[in-house]
């Protein structure tokens, strides 16, 4: 798996339900209590699309 993959941020539309990935948009790696190991962290940023607003 690429890093790019496993730290992603996307953009949802809520108006025409359509997701972007935002490249652009750096995503923080939490850390995790003992005993967890975090493999992927997704975000997901919901709102309105610039064809939308
Ligand atoms: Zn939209």
Do not use: S, W
């Not at 790696?29 to 309105?48: A, C, D, F, S």
């Amino acid at each position: 798996m690429k890093v790019h993959d496993i730290l992603n941020a996307h953009f949802y539309c809520d108006a025409c339900e359509m997701v972007k990935c935002m490249e652009e948009i750096p995503v923080k790696h939490y850390q995790m209590p003992n005993g967890y190991l975090n493999n992927e962290t997704e975000v997901m940023i919901k709102g309105r699309c610039p064809n939308c607003m």
